[in-house]
């Protein structure tokens, strides 16, 4: 058993939806978050950007003393994925977790990839999906107006402008038969209504930041890391900007609100 918390971030704060999942599924640890909302998005940076932005981001969560850091976002996850390599404790990122369960979930071998444009550059669910099954065709499509929107909360129903942008970017990949669709950022199932709508009933939507999460837990019971208290666990949140209006826009992604102080990190020094 290990009671130290789980370190989880992200370049804002999207990675609160990998948190919502492991609230649910693990309720008793404690988390510690980062959102690198100084310097989000990081998905229109270059890979050596985001490398040195990841490797900050984990030196800071050493710094807390994590049993295990989540990277909850998929760009780093794409794009600086060998960041762990030089960890001393378990890491893992969204890609493996979500293309494993879009592989098991396919029954026609089509699966749709939408992300940012970091990501979908890099290729890397191509890769993935093609080591488990080569049999897999993959269609991508780089969706990079779905983070401002949700960060500025232009998330209801109600919303058209959110509506005809999901609509023109998934079309295609409707068109394309796909019956499995990678949401490969964490931000995107804050609108997972207006991307099923799209899609329609026929397809599977893989949600990384709850396969992650799932995957976080299988790590921690194989290592004998899970926590060993009976009592709800924690969350403390970090950011490296402005932390304003914090808990108003933390609660949109983690489904519930929230009354906790927010802290402030200069990752710069990390």
């Known amino acids: 058993m290990d009671n130290r918390p789980i370190g989880v971030f992200d370049s804002g704060l999207g990675g609160l939806t990998a948190v919502k999942e492991l609230l649910s599924i693990m309720p008793n640890e404690n988390i510690i978050y980062f959102g690198d909302t100084g310097r989000v998005p990081y998905g229109s940076r270059s890979r050596e950007t985001i490398t040195k932005y990841a ?22 996850s794409s794009v600086a994925s060998g960041i762990g390599e030089s960890l001393s404790l378990p890491y893992t990122g969204v890609l493996k977790p979500t293309a494993i369960a879009a592989a098991a979930s396919t029954r026609n071998k089509k699966i749709g990839v939408i992300a940012t444009t970091a990501t979908i550059r890099s290729g890397s669910y191509r890769r993935e999906l093609s ?24 998330i209801a129903e109600n919303e058209e402008v959110t509506r005809l942008v999901a609509q023109r970017y998934l079309t295609p990949l ?27 009933s026929g397809v599977t939507l893989i949600d990384s930041g709850r396969e992650t999460a799932l995957y976080c837990s299988a790590m921690l019971k194989e290592r004998g890391l899970l926590c060993g208290r009976s009592t709800q666990g924690d969350c403390s949140f970090y950011v490296s900007d402005r932390m304003e209006g914090f808990s108003q826009i933390a609660g949109i992604f983690l489904g519930k609100d929230i009354k906790r102080e927010v802290s402030h990190v200069n990752i710069d020094l990390y």
């Open 174 to 200: 409707r068109e394309s038969g796909i019956d499995t669709l990678i949401m490969g950022c964490t931000h995107y199932p804050i609108i997972r209504h207006f991307i099923s709508e799209v899609m329609g």
């Open 131 to 154: 080591a488990i099954d080569p049999e897999i065709e993959v269609f991508d499509r780089d969706c990079p107006l779905f983070v401002p929107l949700v960060e500025n909360g232009w």
């Open 55 to 76: 490797a900050q981001d984990t030196a800071f969560l050493e710094s807390k003393n994590v049993k295990m850091i989540i990277a909850a976002c998929g760009t780093v």
